[in-house]
Every structure is written in C-alpha cells, then in structure tokens.
C-alpha cells in the first residue's frame, strides 16, 4: 500500500492496526546499490578474463588441453545424453519458471528478464561479429581454442545466465539447482565437443550476469521495503502503544526515521516493554528503521576506505542486516552504560524479511549544523567536550563526529547520537581520529580558536596534541571534508591554536593511508605499458642483435650514463650559496636513482636533495628555494634545448626526412600553448596553477639573486644543466649505434628530450612504460627500424634506470647511516 503526506494507513500486525502514519508515497520500484556493485564486479571480471588471454595463452590453452584429455575417457554414452539434456533443458527450465511466474501474477519480473535475455542475445551477436574479431590475435585465439567452430562468446548461453539473474531465484533452490545445472552440462558439452573453452565460457559468464544486474538497476526492482504501518506495527513486539507516527526528512542513502507518539501502559503513562516511564509529550520514540536493500549503499566507498587507510579497525565494509542491528545496539548500550549523554535505546527487533528497526527515546531538539552561532555559548561546546571524554574514557569511538551527529536538546543538553557507525574498545588511533574529526566539526562552525580553547579547558592541552599529527583531510569523514575544501587552511590554523598551547608537540602528520591513489594511477600505468612493450619484445629476435651488438658502444654509454651523475650534482651545487662537497652531493644524486623505484623521478628527486641540504644545514625555506631553483632552471634549460634541436631537426637538409618538421613541431607548440590559455581561463584552474607555482617557487628569485653574485656558481649550475643533457644524449646515440643504428645528433637530442618530458609528465616511477614507449615511437619515425630502436631503449634504460639501482641503494644506506639524508 502507498501513503501520501498525512494519509492514514492500517495493517493487521496487532499493535499497528489503524495507526495513522504521515510519510512520503513508497516508490513501487527502487534501485539497489548492490545490483550495481555486482554489475560492476562482472563488467571487471569479464575485463580481467580479456586480460588473462592476452598474457597468459599457454595457461589458458593447457587448461583447455586438460580439460580434452580428461573428457575423452568419459563414456560416450553419458556425454550424448548430457547434450541431449542440456540441449533441451537449458531453454526448456528458464520458461517452466517464467511461467510459474505467471501464473503466481509475477509478469513485470518476467518482463524484465526477457529484456534482459534480448539485450544478452544481441549484444552477443554483435560481439561475436564484429568486436572479437578485430581483437589482438591472442585474445581470439584464446576465446576460440579448438577449431574454426569455437564460439568467442555463447549466443545460446548468453541470454540464459541473463534471464536467470535477472527474474531473481533467491528463496527457490530447487529452481536454482536444476537450471544452473542445466547450465553447467551445456558449458561441458561444449568443452568436449571443441565447441567452447574455458576463457569463452568465463566470459560468456560475466557478459550475462553484467547484463542482468545492469538491467535491473535500470529498470529497479519491486520496492521490499516495509511500509510505515509495518514499522509501527512491529514496535507492539516491543510492548509498546503506537498511536501515530510520522516518517522524517533525510538522505537517499540513509536509515529512515520515523518519530513517534504511543499510548499510556495499563498502569498509566507510557512505557517501554520494561515498565520504564517514556517521556511526556507528543512524541516519545524515534524509530530508526534498516532497510536490507541499503547495506550495500555506499559499499565501495567504505571498502576504498577499508583498503587504503591503516587504522587497525575490525570494521567490515559490508554487513549484514542482523550484524548492523546488533552492531548499533551494542553501541548504544556501551554508550549509556559510559555515562555519554545519548538517547536510550528502547528496543530492537525485526520488521519482517527485509528491514529491522531501533526504537530511541525521543529527545527535542536540533542537530549542532542547524544551531545558530549565536546559540553556542561555551558552556555548550564544554558540555560537547565532556560527552567526547566520557566516550574516550570508555574506548568508544564514534567515527563520525560530525555536526548531524550531535544534538543539542530544546533543554540545552548535548547528546551524541548516530551511533551506528560505531566501535567498541577502540584503539588509541581510532579515538585520536575521533578528536582531530570533532574538532574539525567544532572549528567549521565556530572557527579553530574558540573551538581548540574550549577543548583544551576540559580535555587538556596534553590530549589535544595528540591530535595535531591525525589533523590530515584523509582521517575526515566524506562531509567534513567537503566542507573543509572551502576552507583549505583550517586545520593547518587548527593545528597552530594546538602548537602554542603545547610548543613541543612533533606536528609530523602521521602516515594514515597504507597506499595513495597515485599508486593505483602507476600500477594502471605500468599495466598499459607492459601491454604495449610486451608485443614489442616479442616481435625482437634479441639473441640475434646481441650477438650482432657492437659492445665497445655500450662501454661509451655506460661512461655517459655515469658523467650524468656528476652533472646533476653540479647543477645542484651552482643554484645553492653555501657549499657542499662533490663526492657526497654525488653519492645524493645516486641514491636518487634507488628512490625513484618508488615515485615519479621529479619527485624523488626534490625530497631527496631538499633532506640533503637540509641536512648539511641549510635552513628549510632556503633548501626548497634552492632546489626549486634548479629544477625551474633545468625546465627552462630543457624548453629552449628542445625548441632548438626540433627547428635543427627540420631545417638541416641531410637529416631524416621521417622526424617531425619544424611545421609539425610549431603546430604542436601553438596546439599546447592554446590548450594552456583555455586553461587558464577557468578560475578554478589558474588559481590552483598559481598556487602550485607560488608554493614551489615562493623564494627562488631570491635564491636566484644570490646565486647570481656569484659567477663561479652560475657557471657550476648552468654547466651541470647543459651537461647532464649532454650525457643522456651521448648515451642513447651511443645505444643506437651498438645496434648497428646511425641517426644524425641533432635527431638524437629530439627524441631525448621528447622522451624526458612525457618521463617527467608520468605518474610511474621513475617515466617507467611512458619513457620507453616515446622513445621507441620516436626513434623509429626517426628512421630506425622497430627491433633497433626497441633494442636501443632497452640498453638505454638498462643502464640509466636499472643498472643504478644496486649503486643507488648502497648510496641511500650509507647516506643514512652517516645521517646525510
């Protein structure tokens, strides 16, 4: 039944009957998060089966050898008659439970999985037809393994493991068995006929189960829900009275609450099933109600979460109905039992099948976000404060402080509500979070002065400075940090307001996050670059050009690779006034090729000579200058080399007429610069360009001037830049000819140059896929064929990436050891 705003509903559920309920008209159809979490999983696996093939034939294909070999024993007899009955039976069941179905007045379910049996059957078709096809030859050949006859994908499959996910069999296991039975003798039929493999099947499994799901959560499903009346209804389990209710506003994603007025026990006032007296007035519980469908709202959000953030929590990213009833009820009670002013938990129970309710006493008032500022005085915030301590004291942590979790009574009592998202004996980290999250709460209403102050005075100044190093963005919960995004300074002012009441607090922030989404972004990038170095080498016949390679060149590049290493430590010694000795400054920019495994090669390399200078005493400010000096110098340096070399390039008659001309390399300049302009042109955009410059290079000008005084450091830097170049350049030509290559130098200079910025650009560590991908690309439009250039690079990298990395530990170690770094 549907209820309109302030229409009265009924129900037969004993104390529910008749029970007037104000809520908004039920949708008949609801979207289910988990219906696209699990399209989302079969559209993954199907990607990671695509993947597969493409790496790992010899496995697929043996796996399919074994499968032939095995079968081939079988008796015939018991394979004809499985084909026989799968033949028949994998059509014949999914249309005996459709019409079950009908004839039970279930036909928009049915409906809707013959859509989605259509929608599988020519998506199949088309790709079968057109989109395998053009595929690379490994992943056909692995999808149609066994003959000309092998179908990449199961058009009569297909539609079938569509419909079945699609018309919903939950709660019927003897339907369930027998098709996904007919299913499976089908898949194995046509394993032993050589008319299907195992990669075909996997795929053919994901596309049908994505096609389902994603039917159903664009269609939706028939609302489960219990209505309000239900809810009511449920609470006369409870011994109690309802006599109306009325549903409250809220998110999409969260738990519906309703409030709700009950009639005096036959003793006299209203109570709870324990003869406990509810307060007077005209509502005495609110009923927080936990719908089955939303357990999985919001799941990947809360398993990114689980994932990258190190915390030691128990917490699981998906519940179940019962484990989050008893998980907030556990809560509350912990909480009351701590003496944490919170509104007492009357009951719990079941609604039915697919919700579960808990019922509160009802406490007037407004959440701290709809207070006005005005209205907080600090004797409010104190009594917030205290509530915290009395939950800290007790090892709970809330984990979500924030302004809708705490109510401020019409008697101007603070109550900590929401507890569903609670922790029991918690860890020091989890409670620490829980201070750094509240005090971000308190500080966005009534700023970061007043709010650490009045902290301070209940909690002390001692506590609050453990909080400084948890004051990160990633330890907020989602709406606290979009809030703070509007105030990018506040927790740094958060964390000044701690500092001066406790001087000698270390604000090093702790590490939180076990990984950052720029490792992701790297591992997706080093993925798309095997894909695409990977055929590279296979089409290489490496033993020939080894034995061909003339090795005295490969002697020339690796004495350049090594003058680089100089090079760069004189490009640092010239843009910094104080001195510093050669030989360690070297051993620096070494251990720099160690560290670079880990992060993007730019990066590296800034943290590592900023710690290097500040360790030989130069003062913090100073040392960044110092070094944003010499890398905006070196990106000049790089600009203008590469705009010189590419008109070279095109203007001299005698070099490759392949390379990108002068036109080419203008039309890409003016291309970059326009896209720059547009850029620009959105605020958004110029204002975090111009802070990022003014963050890296806030003192370089005047470091800049100091260098400048001094001739001999101006030499020593602008040297060290042109000779760094030049090594890098004398390596990879030197590469090129040990493979019997020639290219004129100019030509060489170019691809160098284009291959460093797009290393430099990419999120990989150290450029890794990007810088070998330009500069195979590069060479062999320069004129070099396919196997030189690749086998060029390889040596390139080899001895500018791999071959250091040994050195470049026992640099880093040795640097550390003598506290260098």
């Not at 790709?127 to 050949?141: M, R, T």
């Not at 039975?181 to 049908?208: E, R």
């Not at 579960?356 to 404060?385: F, K, M, S």
């Not at 896209?675 to 802070?691: C, E, H, N, S, Y």
Request: hydrophobic share 50%; net charge positive.
């Amino acid at each position: 039944m549907t209820q309109t705003q302030g229409e009265t509903a009924t129900s037969d559920m004993g104390a529910g009957v008749g029970v007037p309920v104000e809520e908004p008209a039920r949708p008949d159809r609801i979207r289910r998060p988990s219906d696209a979490i699990r399209f989302a999983a079969a559209v993954v696996g199907l990607a990671g089966i695509m993947l597969l093939v493409s790496f790992a034939q010899q496995t697929t294909h043996g796996l399919q050898t074994d499968i032939a070999e095995g079968t081939a024993h079988a008796p015939r007899f018991l394979l004809t008659l499985a084909t026989l009955v799968s033949s028949f039976g994998v059509l014949a069941v999914p249309v005996a439970f459709a019409i079950e179905r009908l004839f039970h007045k279930d036909g928009v379910r049915v409906a809707i999985a013959l859509l989605a049996a259509v929608i599988a059957f020519i998506l199949t078709i088309l790709l079968d037809d057109l989109v395998v096809p053009a595929a690379p030859g490994g992943v056909l050949d692995s999808l149609i393994w066994g003959g000309t006859d092998t179908a990449p994908l199961h058009t009569d499959i297909t539609p079938v493991i569509a419909f079945v996910t699609a018309v919903g069999m939950a709660g019927r296991t003897r339907w369930q068995a027998v098709t996904w039975t007919m299913i499976a003798l089908a898949a194995l039929t046509g394993l032993t006929a050589a008319t299907a493999s195992v990669a075909a099947l996997a795929a053919t499994y994901c596309l049908g189960s994505a096609i389902g799901h994603g039917t159903l959560y664009a269609v939706g499903t028939p609302n489960p829900r219990p209505p309000g009346t239900a809810v009511l209804a449920a609470l006369g389990r409870l011994g109690l009275r309802p006599v109306r209710g009325r549903q409250l506003p809220g998110g999409a994603d969260e738990p519906r609450r309703y409030t709700v007025a009950t009639a005096p026990s036959p003793g006299g006032a209203p109570a709870d099933a324990t003869g406990r007296a509810l307060p007077p007035g005209d509502w005495q519980l609110q009923v927080t109600v936990l719908d089955r469908d939303q357990q999985t709202a919001g799941l990947l959000y809360r398993v990114w979460r689980l994932v990258r953030l190190r915390g030691g929590s128990t917490r699981r990213a998906l519940r179940s109905l019962r484990r989050s009833l008893e998980q907030e009820s556990l809560m509350a009670y912990a909480m009351e039992s701590a003496g944490v002013r919170t509104p007492r938990l009357v009951g719990a129970c079941e609604v039915g099948t697919e919700a579960a309710l808990l019922a509160y006493e009802h406490v007037p008032g407004r959440p701290l976000d709809a207070v006005r500022e005005a209205e907080i005085t600090d004797e409010l915030l104190d009594d917030v404060w205290r509530q915290l301590r009395r939950l800290q004291a007790a090892r709970l942590a809330h984990r979500r402080l924030e302004g809708d979790a705490i109510l401020v009574g019409d008697d101007g009592r603070v109550r900590i509500v929401a507890p569903g998202t609670g922790e029991i004996a918690a860890g020091d980290l989890a409670l620490r979070i829980d201070l750094a999250q509240l005090l971000t709460t308190v500080a966005l209403r009534v700023g970061p002065e007043r709010a650490v102050r009045t902290a301070a005075g209940v909690l002390g100044a001692a506590t609050l400075a453990g909080a400084v190093p948890l004051l990160q963005r990633v330890a907020l919960s989602r709406a606290t940090r979009a809030a703070v995004r509007q105030d990018r300074e506040l927790l740094t002012r958060i964390r000044e307001q701690i500092l001066q009441l406790t001087p000698e607090t270390e604000a090093a922030p702790v590490r939180l996050e076990r990984f950052r989404p720029r490792t992701l972004l790297s591992i997706v990038a080093l993925t798309a670059a095997a894909y695409i170095v990977v055929p590279q080498l296979s089409s290489v016949n490496l033993t020939t050009l080894i034995a061909d390679a003339e090795w005295w060149w490969a002697a020339v590049a690796l004495a350049a690779a090594a003058v680089t290493y100089l090079a760069a430590a004189l490009m640092l010694m010239g843009f910094v006034p104080e001195r510093l000795p050669l030989g360690r400054t070297v051993l620096v920019q070494l251990a720099a090729s160690f560290v670079k495994l880990v992060a993007p090669a730019a990066v590296t390399g800034v943290a590592l000579n900023t710690r290097y200078l500040q360790r030989s005493g130069v003062r913090p400010g100073p040392a960044v200058a110092s070094v944003g000096a010499s890398q905006l110098m070196g990106m000049v340096a790089h600009i203008v080399l590469l705009i010189v070399f590419g008109f070279l390039t095109g203007s001299i008659r005698n070099a490759t007429k392949d390379l990108a001309p002068s036109r080419t390399v203008v039309i890409v300049l003016l291309g970059l610069a326009v896209l720059a302009g547009i850029a620009l042109t959105v605020p958004k955009a110029r204002r975090f360009v111009a802070a990022r410059l003014r963050g890296m290079f806030s003192g370089v000008v005047p470091r800049l001037v100091d260098v400048v005084q001094s001739p001999r450091k101006i030499v020593t830097g602008l040297g060290g830049t042109l000779l760094l170049t030049a090594g890098f350049v004398v390596c990879l030509d030197a590469c090129v000819r040990a493979f019997g290559g020639s290219l004129p130098w100019t030509a060489v200079a170019l691809v160098f140059l284009t291959g460093n910025a797009l290393g430099s650009a990419a999120p990989t560590p150290g450029g890794l896929g990007a810088v070998e991908g330009a500069l195979t690309l590069a060479l062999t439009i320069s004129g070099l064929t396919a196997d030189t250039a690749t086998s060029a690079v390889l040596l390139f990298r080899l001895l500018t990436f791999w071959l250091p990395v040994l050195p470049g530990w026992a640099a880093f170690a040795y640097l550390q050891r003598k506290e260098a770094i």
